[in-house]
């Protein structure tokens, strides 16, 4: 007997009746699964709902974490470099410069104080001749030849 | 009628030209001055002539010396609460302006005796008005570039007090904790001070006054860092390791 014969056989071959018949019983009788219940539903809606909460939990907790919003909390390793004397110095030297540059804005108005004071006195005497007043204002700037608008006008106006 | 026109609108042009180039040299000098004396000299005429240019040329320069003034006022970058005070002393400087405009109108037909009278009136009003603007320009200006001053010291003072709520947990630190008292009162005064020049510039006060918020608030500051230097030192005889 060859292969080829022995495969044909194959087609006879049928369970055994019993079996037949007490696997046909076994489907008719089956029933299907009973539709979900509500509690069922309820608890799983509820597991989704926790799922959910707790992946936007920890996703805003990384948020904040990569933006610093936690730079001052107990939790973050404290860093030395905030009392690193090379960076305190910079930052300490960025105010004495704008200190000492309120201090030249505040002697520029004393400058222009003093100038309004001496125009004053130059206004103050009539009889003065033109001339006169003209080598006054000028004579207030004799260290450097430019004079400020001030001083022009004070000197125009004799 | 048109040549009847024709003669004041070429001189409001050509007053416009004078005045656009008187204002492009403003270096005056004692010579400028030495310059109309001598034609005092030569003539009421060429004393009239000298007068009223150099008049002109100083009064086209105080325009110019605001409108840089505004220009630099409005490049600075402020916030939005500090908009108000910028709009406020802007629109100041174009009422300036304007006054300068109207008095150059003036110089034009004046003789001796007025272009006197003009430049004794520019004189004495930027004495009593400009000179206060110019001053309050220049302290909001410094102002506005302090601000940053004020953050980092502040973020800076934080920093400082995790460390040395952290040196406290291995037991009392007495000079940290005082000398981290002292930055804390310091920073808190320089920002006090700095909030009371904010309303200095709303209220208008007088500059030295604004000024005198802005320096004593830098003072503070400054001397929070001398606060700092002392925690540092502390921190680094405590620590072996290099902060």
Known sequence: MNLFQILKQFKNIEPDPAFKETSRRAILAYRPVAPTTHLWSAQRTLWRIIETGAAVALTGFFVLLITGAFSGSRFVPVQYSAVDPQSLHAEAQAIDIQIQLANVTYAESAVESTVQTAGGKLLGNPKKASSTALSAARGTTEATSTITIDQALQGLSQ | ?243
């Not at chain 2, 500090?82 to 006054?99: C, W």
């Not at chain 2, 904790?177 to 920073?187: D, F, K």
């Not at chain 2, 309303?199 to 929070?224: E, G, H």
Request: proline content about 2%; aromatic content about 6%; charged content about 15%.
């Open chain 2, 1 to 243: 009628m048109f040549f009847l026109l024709l003669p004041p609108l070429a001189g409001i042009f050509l007053g416009s030209v004078n005045t656009a180039r008187a204002a492009d040299n403003c270096i005056i000098t004692s010579s400028d001055l030495d310059a109309v004396t001598a034609a005092a000299a030569q003539g009421l005429m060429a004393e009239l002539a000298a007068r009223r240019a150099l008049l002109t040329r100083t009064i086209a320069c105080a325009k110019a010396e605001a409108q840089s003034l505004q220009n630099n006022l409005n490049g600075l970058s402020v916030s939005d609460d500090e908009k108000t005070i910028r709009a406020q002393l802007s629109d100041r400087l174009n009422d300036a302006m304007n006054y300068y405009d109207l008095e150059l109108e003036k110089v034009g037909g004046a003789g001796i005796t007025g272009t006197q009278i003009i430049a004794k009136e520019v004189f004495a009003w930027r004495g009593n008005n400009y000179n206060f603007l110019a001053a309050q320009v220049a302290n909001f200006t410094l102002w506005v570039k302090s601000q940053n001053l004020f953050e980092t010291a502040l973020a800076r003072l934080r920093s400082v007090e995790s460390i040395v709520s952290f040196l406290e947990q291995a037991g009392a630190q007495n000079e940290l904790r005082s000398n981290l008292a002292s930055a804390q009162v310091l920073v808190q005064a320089a920002r006090n001070k700095n909030d009371s020049a904010r309303n200095a510039f709303l209220q208008s006060l007088p500059p030295d006054q604004t000024l005198a918020l802005i320096q004593q608030s830098l003072q503070s500051l400054s001397d929070a860092y001398q606060k700092f230097f002392d925690i540092s030192t502390v921190v680094q005889t405590l620590l072996p390791i290099k902060p």
